[in-house]
């Protein structure tokens, strides 16, 4: 079965500090990545995605993405981060199952930014 | 633009209890999916739905049971009621695309059971 891991649970950092979440997965055939953020109370969002093409994908609110197809890999990226980013992050992951596409979510990620 | 609706946002229950979640998908979108998030925990899915067919089952405990009706919207039945059902139930809506599809989550029902 399809696996995510995000190796940092926890993230503490300052403001315009530059941001690094890993996002690992399992499946070796072609996969379609996601990033979501949840705000505190509220519901998923979603960063960016990553379909086919430059493998350097941008997002909304300065975040961009990272994959490396040899290192079944998926990171996320923001140079500078702010306040307002304290949120939790989930790296997500499209396979097949059965006959259609179940998107499999990471544990996440939760950053605390320091203003 | 039109997201995916989902009702009651907030739902306490008493332990045996019985609970309906609703769903409404973004209009034109052939599949919906449930997902489960405890406290601090990532979304775990429970079951799918495409074109009103049940598609795929997740970690769905046998005392759930869920449908989806001749408009798409979707129902999530709950009964038996246990403390560790607690949790946001997200509702999510796509049109399948294949591999590209993307999946447009609702704003949850956070249930609490007491």
């Known amino acids: 079965a399809q696996s995510v891991s995000q190796h940092n649970h926890h993230v503490i950092l300052s403001e315009a500090a530059s941001l690094e979440l890993g996002c690992n997965y399992s499946?070796?055939?072609?996969?379609?990545l996601f990033w979501y953020v949840q705000y505190p109370g509220q519901h998923l969002q979603l960063l960016l995605k990553y379909f086919s093409g430059d493998p350097l994908v941008k997002g909304i609110k300065g975040f961009e993405a990272e994959f490396i197809k040899s290192k079944f890999s998926f990171n996320l990226r923001k140079p500078s981060v702010q306040w307002s980013d304290t949120a939790e992050y989930f790296c997500?992951?499209?396979?097949?199952?059965?006959?259609?596409?179940?998107?499999?979510f990471g544990r996440g990620t939760s950053l605390i930014v320091h203003p | 633009a039109a997201g995916v609706i989902q009702s009651p946002r907030h739902l306490i229950k008493e332990k045996r209890e019985t609970a309906t979640l609703k769903c409404y998908p973004i209009?034109?979108?052939?599949?919906v999916y449930w997902y489960q998030q405890g406290p601090g925990q990532d979304p775990q899915f429970l079951i799918s739905?495409?074109?009103?067919?049940?598609?795929d089952k997740g970690s769905i405990p046998d005392r759930f049971s869920a449908q989806q009706f001749s408009d798409y919207h979707s129902e999530l039945n709950m009964s038996s009621l246990e403390l560790g059902d607690s949790a946001l139930y997200f509702c999510?809506?796509?049109?399948?695309?294949?591999?590209?599809?993307?999946?447009?989550f609702g704003q949850g029902t956070r249930l609490t059971v007491v």
């Open positions: 739905f495409y074109e009103k067919m049940q598609s």
């Open positions: 997500a992951v499209n396979s097949p199952s059965g006959g259609s596409y179940i998107p499999t």
């Open positions: 209009p034109r979108h052939d599949t």
């Open positions: 999510a809506s796509s049109l399948t695309e294949g591999l590209n599809t993307e999946a447009f």
């Open positions: 499946y070796g055939g072609t996969v379609n």
